[in-house]
């Protein structure tokens, strides 16, 4: 059994953080439970040993929580307010010891300071002032991703609204010093990264014009733009917005979520990195599929939907890269799907 963790929204009948098996040699989700009680946990990330979660809260002070692992249950250890509203993403740097927060409502980036004791002290805030871009969604700056390099030499940033991808470096007081700013099309709405694993390439995924953009990353942490690819079909005329992105550890396939189109697209990626194929486009079998992960060893994805209560899993071929639907269950309101 594998243990998978999923965040979400609590508007409806979600209480927090949920953990499910999967059972992987009968390829079924079993055992859901809600493991802790959090307003709108709508993403978390690990620690590289599992055994510390940092989640956003969104309570009466809306910031991030830090729970530890202690004898099979997670244990509240702290928590601060970062924002004036709840964030959108965070991911933790082992390295440095911090978590890093975007805030989509107001354009904003966090650098949190994870103290011996467990608890969290915001080390400084950045405000994304950019022009904004040309659709109805760029009304303001909306950062919504930010994440070390491979190398940690960079930290990268998506902001939405402003169509860019910031590049900056940590100081040592845990600052973020910008150090490069790459725009993208008018209209992309830069929401994730994807990072090859052994080259010096992220895959930079368009929310609002569903595209791929493939980036290099240069030695001054600027990024330069390759190929760009189509996430849904060409004749698809109804609402979509492309969601989560993610690169298989043996960097040959790329995979994206669309929400609308409600399906998985599935790339063949090049040797080099630089080039993609479609080989694949299937259905998640539900609404909105917002987030989705692979389990450990990447023979199965898991699909969360916003709004149905299913969770989608599919078997994948290590060697095609192609997804096979096979089992779901019923959780509500998920937006993130973490592997423990």
């Not at 909105?288 to 898991?302: K, L, M, Q, S």
């Not at 939907?305 to 269950?329: E, M």
Request: charge should be negative.
């Amino acid at each position: 059994m594998e243990t998978i963790y999923l965040g979400g929204y609590t508007r409806e009948d979600n209480k927090g953080i949920h953990a499910l098996n999967l059972d992987t040699a009968a390829g079924k989700l079993v055992d859901e439970t809600l493991i802790i009680e959090e307003n709108n946990p709508t993403y978390l990330t690990l620690s590289a040993d599992g055994n510390h979660l940092f989640t956003l809260s969104d309570g009466d002070e809306p910031g991030l929580a830090h729970y530890e692992l202690v004898d099979g249950s997670f244990t509240f250890k702290g928590r601060t307010k970062v924002f004036n509203e709840n964030g959108c993403y965070v991911t933790y740097d082992e390295t440095n010891h911090v978590v890093y927060n975007a805030n989509y409502k107001k354009g904003e980036l966090a650098v949190i300071d994870v103290l011996a004791d467990g608890s969290l002290s915001v080390a400084d805030i950045v405000q994304h002032t950019s022009p904004v871009g040309p659709h109805e969604n760029q009304d303001f700056a909306h950062a919504h991703f930010i994440h070390p390099t491979n190398d940690n030499k960079f930290i990268l940033s998506c902001d939405l609204g402003t169509d860019e991808v910031h590049s900056y470096r940590l100081t040592e007081d845990h600052k973020l010093d910008e150090v490069s700013v790459y725009k993208a099309a008018p209209g992309t709405g830069p929401r994730h990264l994807a990072f090859h694993h052994s080259e010096s390439i992220v895959y930079l995924l368009g929310e609002l014009d569903y595209t791929v953009t493939v980036l290099h990353i240069n030695e001054d942490g600027s990024l330069t733009a390759g190929n760009i690819y189509n996430t849904i079909p060409s004749d698809w005329t109804e609402f979509n917005s492309s969601a989560a992105i993610r690169l298989s550890a043996d960097n040959k396939f790329l995979y994206v979520s669309n929400r609308g189109h409600n399906s998985i697209t599935v790339f063949a990626v090049s040797e080099d990195g630089q080039t993609l194929t479609e080989i694949q486009n299937i259905s998640t079998e539900g609404d909105f599929p917002r987030d989705f992960n692979f389990n450990a060893d990447e023979t199965y994805v898991i699909v969360g939907h916003q709004f149905q209560a299913q969770i989608s899993l599919f078997k994948r071929d290590a060697a095609s890269g192609l997804l096979t639907y096979a089992d779901n269950i019923a959780v509500n309101e998920i937006v993130c799907v973490t592997p423990a």
